[in-house]
């Protein structure tokens, strides 16, 4: 398993928005920016509506891309990212503790989520890092 | 074909930066993180180097999707974003000229790019857009 260095978590810990990657039933992409956060070595993001497009085509094939843009650039000006590969698997419930936590980040510190009174349980995505890559200092010695 | 509504247009001549997503001859999805520009109704990236994943990837399969963030966000605080999906067709040539008109918004007015003597020609990637989705004002009257 291919596990992100410091400079990997830190993005992503940042807050910074996660475009997340499914292929869709006829093998095309699909895209979704959502919020993910890391519990121990896998990333996870929260999803109140088991319907979503995107958990459908997780649990038929569990490939999944997330990409991030991260702090500073090359020596030619272009912006640094972070891309991690891995496989998904879905849990149920949780989901709400999850964005709570998230939106702390991504919202603000006292974020009251998700604004709505008993949200239902959700899932929550399991990403399994598989492999790292991108441009940037999580390139090196992340492989 | 589906057009980009002026939003639309805004976020992508704004210089955010173009999560492009190709499609890996295993199925898995491939991430890059470019430059785009807008060539009347289509999306155009440059590309120095013809040997890149993502090329041999649209040349075998031409189905492309592009995300965004754009500025704002929902009522709930989640960010506005925007999602371009189209067929990708590549040419030869132009790719240095097409490099230094995007390095003036990515980078900044004023920057020479390709940083380089005899920049080779390169190629570039026009994207034919079929669908527009994400959250935000552009997938309003966009579909």
């Given at each position: 398993m291919?596990?992100?260095n410091e400079a990997g978590r830190q993005v992503i810990e940042s807050g910074a928005?996660?475009?997340l990657v499914t292929i869709n039933d006829d093998g095309s992409p699909q895209v979704s920016v959502v919020w993910v956060g890391l519990d121990g070595d896998e990333l996870v993001s929260a999803h109140l509506d088991g319907r979503q497009r995107k958990l459908h085509n997780l649990r038929r094939d569990p490939r999944v891309t997330v990409s991030?843009?991260?702090p500073g650039a090359n020596a030619i000006g272009m912006r640094?990212?972070?891309?991690?590969h891995g496989l998904a698997r879905i849990t149920e419930g949780g989901a709400p503790e999850l964005l709570h936590a998230l939106a702390q980040t991504y919202v603000g510190p006292g974020t009251v989520f998700p604004p709505m009174?008993?949200?239902?349980p959700g899932f929550i995505a399991h990403i399994t890092i598989t492999r790292v890559g991108g441009s940037g200092p999580w390139t090196r010695g992340a492989e």
């Open positions: 291919a596990v992100l928005l996660a475009h991030f843009e991260g640094n990212y972070l891309v991690v009174p008993d949200p239902p």
